[in-house]
């Protein structure tokens, strides 16, 4: 049987320790060749030494020297890496923008490219649409279950849902949103992720990402994407049919389960380390509306949508740079949407190169710091 031949981007992050962990279990079926660090550089002799890595990158400017493998750096060392011939399939988990240059150099060598960055669809998806020409599978479960949904069933599908647990705040009254903590945000009520995430998940700006990624994914209008709070996150995507049947994917919430799928896609691997979902343990799902007053920024990546490029990369840039403010404590859960909200008003520009794109996400981010330094 023929080996995957895989590059990780994001190694030492949430999703990356849980990719390490699926190929630690399916050894016989994966190399990997490389794989990339932002600031965990002493995490690279551990990962090489157990997976037989040759290469890692380094993205940050922290120096590290290493005798046993080939150090690259930067952008240009993420495009190095993923070029390598003996490189099948790229899977992208870093943080923020800089994952759509593997991206867009691994699918147009036509590798396949397994998704878990948000970032890089939402602020360039029509220019990774453009180019497409590899397989992209998404990693992300909302959009793995999907994906799995609509394969060869597309055309029977009248409109795709996407669930959200509604986060730690789901019932907190909107006046006291402002008094809640970053340590409040990082308590996920179903999901163990990053702290980015989490707070995305606080606010739904996560889910509002998530909206955008599936248009971008899947072709759906944004009125054709729905989102419904799901606090059990045991489903994690549905779709519904022409007929008004509706089809769900459903698993405990637990990363390995989409990372595994795409590793091996279109293959289904047996895996007994994967927790099976007990019904009658869990007696009932429920399910709500989200509160569009409480959680503005999931109308606004509608409307994002609505507007096309580069909305969504605006309010992405804004966030980013809101999101970091507020762990620092240096801003309230509540300014993160003002941030954003006064960011979106000001975002200008029709762009038509990914260069231009990175010029707006770059002024939007000068903005937001300015804007965040009058309030703080
Ligand atoms: N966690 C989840 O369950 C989940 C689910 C769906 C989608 N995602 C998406 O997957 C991506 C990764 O999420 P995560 O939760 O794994 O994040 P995380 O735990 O914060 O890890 C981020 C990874 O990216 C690296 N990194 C950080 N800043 C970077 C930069 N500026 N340039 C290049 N690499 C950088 C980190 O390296 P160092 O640790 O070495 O600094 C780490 O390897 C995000 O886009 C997120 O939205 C995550």
């Known amino acids: 049987m023929k080996k995957i031949n895989l590059v990780l981007l994001g190694a030492t992050g949430s999703i990356g320790r849980q990719t390490l962990d699926v190929v630690r279990r399916f050894r016989d079926r994966v190399n990997l060749i490389g794989f990339s660090v932002h600031t965990n550089v002493q995490a690279i002799e551990a ?7 040759s290469y890692a990158v380094i993205t940050s400017d922290i120096n590290f020297k290493s005798e046993d493998l080939s150090i690259l750096h930067g952008e240009e060392g ?17 943080l923020g923008t800089i994952g759509v240059y593997p991206t867009l150099q691994a699918l147009k060598l036509n590798k396949r490219v397994l998704l878990a960055n948000k970032e890089t669809l939402v602020a360039f998806g029509e220019f990774v649409n453009k180019i497409k020409t590899g397989l992209l599978i998404p990693v992300d479960s909302e959009h793995s279950a999907l994906f799995q949904l609509l394969e060869n ?17 789901r019932n907190v009254p909107e006046k006291e949103l402002k008094k809640v903590r970053p340590e409040d945000a990082l308590r996920h009520p179903t999901w163990n992720m990053g702290a980015k995430i989490t707070i995305d998940s606080a606010t739904l700006m996560n889910k509002g990402l998530e909206v955008i990624e599936a248009y971008y994914l899947f072709g759906f209008p944004p009125d054709k994407i729905e989102v419904i709070i799901h606090p059990q996150s045991i489903i994690h995507g549905m779709v519904k049919l022409k007929d008004n049947a509706f089809m769900a994917h459903m698993s405990y919430p637990d990363m390995r389960i ?16 994967l927790r099976e979902v007990d019904f009658l343990k869990i ?13 503005p920024l999931l109308p606004l990546a509608y409307e994002a949508l609505k507007r096309g490029t580069p909305y969504p990369a605006c309010m992405n840039a804004a966030n980013d740079i809101a999101v970091a403010a507020f762990l620092q404590h240096r801003i309230k859960f509540t300014d993160i949407y003002r941030t954003v909200e006064s960011a979106f008003d000001r975002c200008r520009g029709k762009p038509t190169t990914l260069e231009d794109v990175e010029q707006i996400i770059k002024e939007v981010k000068e903005y937001a710091k300015e804007f965040i330094q009058q309030i703080s």
Not at 78 to 87: A, G, K, Q, T
């Open 47 to 53: 990962i090489s030494q157990e997976f037989g890595a």
């Open 78 to 94: 993420l495009i190095e890496l993923v070029s390598l011939p003996e490189v099948d399939t790229v899977l992208i988990a870093t």
């Open 153 to 169: 069933r597309k055309d029977e599908v009248s409109s795709i849902i996407l669930t959200a647990s509604g986060g730690p705040f």
């Open 258 to 273: 989409p990372i595994q799928y795409a590793l091996f896609y279109p293959e289904r691997l047996q895996n007994t380390s």
């Open 283 to 295: 007696g009932h799902l429920d399910f709500e509306a989200p509160d569009f007053s409480r959680f």
